[in-house]
Nanobody
Framework: QVQLVESGGGLVQAGGSLRLSCAAS????????MGWFRQAPGKERKFVAA????????YYTDSVKGRFTISRDNAKNTVYLQMSNLKPEDTAVYYC???????????????????WGQGTQVAVSS
């Protein structure tokens, strides 16, 4: 049974940093694209960042470019999201996701992801 477990969320002041982790179990995802999405209260889930299977290619939504960094450790079956210079508008539940297509490139569409974590709350105070 595949499980994705996010951790690292919390409450932080504007300008602060957090590092989210997403550990996968039940299957090895070292050859699969992975991504992060977020959902603010009352809003739809939106793309944040994605990384290809090798980790060589990444892509970010414009609002987080230069502040967030996605990375992966295939040996640990884990994807990370380093978030810096956080803003109140970054407040949301953050979800990691995995695309079951092997050796794929970066994936932006939520519909293309097959496995999702349960989410971790990030709250940024002003």
């Amino acid at each position: 049974q595949v499980q994705l477990v996010e951790s690292g969320g919390g409450l932080v002041q504007a300008g602060g940093s957090l590092r989210l982790s997403c550990a996968a179990s039940g299957r090895t995802f070292s050859r699969n694209p992975m991504g992060w999405f977020r959902q603010a209260p009352g809003k739809e889930r939106k793309f944040v960042a994605a990384i290809n299977s090798s980790g060589a290619s990444t892509y970010y939504t414009d609002s987080v470019k230069g502040r967030f960094t996605i990375s992966r450790d295939n040996a640990k079956n884990t994807v990370y999201l380093q978030m810096s210079n956080l803003k109140p508008e970054d407040t949301a539940v953050y979800y990691c996701a995995v695309d079951s297509f092997l050796f794929g490139g970066v994936v932006i569409s939520a519909a293309q992801y097959d496995f999702w974590g349960q989410g971790t709350q990030v709250a940024v105070s002003s």
